[in-house]
């Protein structure tokens, strides 16, 4: 018989939703479509309300037509605020590449504050008015896109032994599109054993976190956020860009009263809390890869010594014997006459987060021997 275990092919930062009037719901419907990247006859999802400041209700979650059940067998789940609840084996049949759906409904009033917004093409969630969750089909005058990802953290398969993951960690330019197009790069080279999880926040910083409804949705701090999500089932790899928020963000409270000067770190602050990062990585048993901090000129906070400050890091990240590796991310995006800048094209438009093309590039970056 062949050995298997639980690797997670699926997952989540659980941060902060941006702060609104309307923070609760009721009588609604998250659907959230998951490409599973192995073969397996049984899951196990993770529901988790770190950011909440309440206990929250969860009235059922389906996978597909079947129900999905926590402690005792029972379809409802009340999760603390701060906790996360793992639910128990569903028996369901998944076939590597084939798209199934979990569905949560949230019958009571809801604190909706534990969600990540997450952009790609793999990364498309639903909303629906009413109690949907066991529908194959959702009534299109009653549903909405969304991409904010609420609750719904970690989706474990059980399946072969030799199937692993490989953690993508960071801020906004990884909770955009470069790690679903780096599954979809694994589909297209056949590599059949890896799964591409991302763990990412935008606006997260290592150092700093915004306490006030201004700006608690930019996330928590490296110290709280990786220990959190980086332990993950089936796991033995982890690339993590991140930084780049540390060294944008402050520019005195004459202009802005919660982004003052004396957060700006220094080069050796912002390497030191990586070197956080590499540390608890290895006590999870993963190999750690650097990716470099990309360009920045032309964001509307961007001064000279900012991108001193970026190319500091960058140095030590592409010299340093404390991880297993770098990628070159700043490289291979940047323009060749002006490396301040993205090169032509790789450019969203804001200067500071890349293009869909320029992802594309950062996933084709990641050398094969990761990902095999």
Same mark, same amino acid.
């Given at each position: 018989?062949?050995?298997?275990?639980?690797?997670?092919?699926?997952?989540?930062?659980?941060?902060?939703?941006?702060?609104?009037?309307?923070?609760?719901?009721?009588?609604?419907?998250?659907?959230?479509?998951?490409?599973?990247?192995?073969?397996?006859?049984?899951?196990?999802?993770?529901?988790?309300?770190?950011?909440?400041?309440?206990?929250?209700?969860?009235?059922?979650?389906?996978?597909?037509?079947?129900?999905?059940?926590?402690?005792?067998?029972? !379809?409802?789940?009340?999760?603390?605020?701060?906790?996360?609840?793992?639910?128990?084996?569903?028996?369901?049949?998944?076939? !590597?590449?084939?798209?199934?759906?979990?569905?949560?409904?949230?019958?009571?009033?809801?604190?909706?504050?534990?969600?990540?917004?997450?952009?790609?093409?793999?990364?498309?969630?639903?909303?629906?008015?009413?109690?949907?969750?066991?529908?194959?089909?959702?009534?299109?005058?009653?549903?909405?896109?969304?991409?904010?990802?609420?609750?719904?953290?970690?989706?474990?398969?059980?399946?072969?032994?030799?199937?692993?993951?490989?953690?993508?960690?960071?801020?906004?330019?990884?909770?955009?599109?470069?790690?679903?197009?780096?599954?979809?790069?694994?589909?297209?080279?056949?590599?059949?054993?890896?799964?591409?999880?991302?763990?990412?926040?935008?606006?997260?910083?290592?150092?700093?976190?915004?306490?006030?409804?201004?700006?608690?949705?930019?996330?928590?701090?490296?110290?709280?956020?990786?220990?959190?999500?980086?332990?993950?089932?089936?796991?033995?790899?982890?690339?993590?860009?991140?930084?780049?928020?540390?060294?944008?963000?402050?520019?005195?409270?004459?202009?802005?009263?919660?982004?003052?000067?004396?957060?700006?770190?220094?080069?050796?602050?912002?390497?030191?809390?990586? !070197?956080?990062?590499?540390?608890?990585?290895?006590?999870?048993?993963?190999?750690?890869?650097?990716?470099?901090?990309?360009?920045?000129?032309?964001? !509307?906070?961007?001064?000279?010594?900012?991108?001193?400050?970026?190319?500091?890091?960058?140095?030590?990240?592409?010299?340093?014997?404390?991880?297993?590796?770098?990628?070159?991310?700043?490289?291979?995006?940047?323009?060749?006459?002006?490396?301040?800048?993205?090169?032509?094209?790789?450019?969203?438009?804001?200067?500071?987060?890349?293009?869909?093309?320029?992802?594309?590039?950062?996933?084709?970056?990641?050398?094969?021997?990761?990902?095999?």
């Amino acid at each position: 018989m062949e050995e298997k275990k639980y690797v997670i092919t699926w997952g989540n930062a659980i941060s902060i939703a941006d702060r609104r009037p309307e923070n609760y719901a009721k009588d609604l419907t998250l659907r959230y479509p998951i490409r599973p990247m192995f073969d397996a006859d049984k899951l196990k999802i993770t529901l988790d309300n770190f950011c909440g400041t309440e206990p929250v209700t969860i009235t059922k979650v389906f996978v597909g037509a079947v129900p999905v059940t926590f402690e005792n067998g029972s !379809r409802s789940v009340t999760i603390p605020a701060g906790e996360s609840r793992v639910s128990d084996e569903t028996v369901v049949d998944v076939r !590597r590449g084939e798209d199934f759906n979990i569905s949560i409904y949230l019958g009571e009033f809801t604190l909706m504050r534990s969600a990540v917004l997450i952009t790609g093409p793999l990364s498309k969630g639903t909303y629906t008015v009413g109690d949907y969750a066991e529908s194959e089909t959702l009534p299109i005058d009653l549903t909405r896109k969304t991409n904010w990802f609420y609750f719904l953290s970690d989706v474990e398969l059980y399946t072969s032994n030799e199937n692993r993951a490989v953690v993508c960690y960071g801020d906004s330019i990884t909770s955009q599109a470069w790690p679903d197009y780096l599954s979809l790069r694994l589909f297209q080279e056949k590599i059949e054993h890896t799964a591409i999880v991302r763990k990412a926040a935008s606006g997260t910083r290592i150092l700093r976190q915004y306490d006030n409804i201004t700006y608690d949705s930019y996330g928590l701090k490296g110290d709280i956020r990786f220990p959190h999500e980086a332990h993950v089932s089936g796991a033995d790899t982890i690339i993590i860009q991140h930084g780049i928020n540390d060294i944008i963000h402050p520019v005195g409270v004459e202009v802005n009263p919660f982004r003052p000067w004396s957060d700006l770190p220094t080069a050796e602050e912002i390497i030191e809390g990586l !070197r956080k990062y590499i540390t608890w990585a290895h006590e999870y048993g993963l190999k750690v890869y650097m990716g470099t901090l990309l360009p920045i000129y032309g964001w !509307r906070t961007y001064e000279p010594f900012r991108d001193e400050l970026r190319n500091a890091v960058n140095e030590w990240m592409r010299t340093t014997h404390e991880a297993e590796g770098c990628i070159d991310f700043d490289k291979a995006l940047r323009d060749s006459e002006n490396p301040a800048a993205f090169a032509e094209g790789f450019d969203s438009g804001d200067h500071l987060h890349p293009s869909l093309k320029a992802y594309e590039r950062m996933a084709q970056e990641i050398p094969c021997a990761i990902l095999v």
